[in-house]
């Protein structure tokens, strides 16, 4: 029958929502006061309070307030260089700044120079620091997932579909057993095995794993919801295609499950043979898959919870995304050479060869190719508007992309 997906309640945590504790005291000071609070954390903590507040708090201040900020980042990374993420994480929120800063008059007087010269720096460290770490890649179903492992597999790294099933990492989508994996147990099968790139093909355990990079590609979420379906109902009828208005059932049913036994709690067994679970799943698959996956409510909880709180997930997501190492956005052909130069800049890669990115595919369509489905315009504008927060989420991977890019074409 089908597997059961087990969810760990004393293992279940709630996604993190990117509330930096450390930093609260910090909170009403300028921004000066602010980096130095930042400046005085521990080195495993930086990354997480950088993400989503340092750009935020650069463009609220004037800019003779950042410049003696930017001074004093500066100077700290000169003296000690940062851990590879939160480098990351800086590198990124003040691109983000400058991109909506450099059009203000006083921003060449003021910025120009000390703005190089910090993302200088912050180059300089992350060259410097541990290279050949292993690849956690988190696979979105139907987002080139199987081409972006295989890329990795021709730049060297290894890969073991052995311990990609035994440690539970899915994809459980499609009943495949699916459990958490602490960065501890990750670090152990990894020296056990001699494996150097993971797939992750369910939820992201979190917090992130300062010893390992990251990689994760996104999609237009109507798009790629609709071809996961095509593949997960080929799976299940064998022929039969997606039929039309599937997904006004599905939004039928979020109405009623309160009254026809939808899981109220997150404890035990998921059944995917139960009707019930079945729905609640797909629900969840339907709904910001994106969001959830990235910052769910913790393990399998992530694609129970209801689609109101998915979308209160955003944020924490968006901030997860600023501290994962390689961050595409995929879906109109096969993966262009530009976005293989950024897996290779950002995964440090030691070969000097960038290798054209393989195409993997389970069928025999084209890249991205959908089978034929008939929307009405109602069921596609719920369709969207159920997945505002993947749709806002693959907007910011989009800017993250371009920043990539521009940044290692540059530097």
Known sequence: GPAAW??????????????????????????????????????????GCV??????????????????????????????????????????NLMLWAQSSRSLLAWADLMDDLYI??????????????????????????TAGSSLASWGHRMGFKSSEAEKRRSGDGPFWINAFAMPASCKQRR?????????????????????????????ALREPVSRTLHQFQQLWRLLSKTEPVHSG?????????????????RQSYEGNVDTG??????????????????RSLAGAGVGRAFLEGGSMARNRLRAAKSVLEQMEVVLVVGQGRIESWQSQILHHGLQVASTDVGDMPYESHTSRHAFELEPYSWTPAEFAETRA?????????AFARRLQELDRRYYNEF
């Open 188 to 216: 152990q099968e990894a020296a056990q095995l001699q494996t150097s790139w993971i797939e992750v093909e369910r939820w992201l355990d979190l917090p992130l794993c300062d010893d390992f990079g990251y990689v994760v």
């Open 117 to 142: 010269q910090v993302l200088l720096q912050l180059e300089s460290c992350r060259r410097s620091s541990a290279r050949n770490r292993p690849v956690l890649q988190l696979h979105v179903p139907k």
């Open 246 to 262: 599937f997904f006004k059932a599905i939004w039928r049913y979020d109405d009623v499950r309160g009254t026809v036994g939808g």
């Open 386 to 394: 159920r997945n505002r927060a993947d749709l806002e989420l693959v």
């Open 51 to 92: 993400a989503q507040s340092l750009a935020t708090r650069l463009r609220a201040a004037p800019l003779p307030e950042a410049s003696v900020a930017l001074k004093m980042l500066e100077q700290s990374l000169r003296q000690r260089c940062m851990p590879q993420r939160a480098l990351l994480v800086l590198r990124r």
């Open 6 to 47: 087990w969810l760990h309640s004393e293992r279940a945590r709630s996604s993190l929502s990117y509330v930096c504790h450390p930093m609260r005291a910090f909170e009403t000071r300028t921004l000066s006061g602010w980096v130095s609070g930042l400046l005085s954390l521990k080195s495993s903590r930086l990354s």
């Open 274 to 291: 139960s009707p019930v679970d079945f729905l609640d799943l797909w629900l969840g698959f339907a709904t910001n898959y994106q969001v």
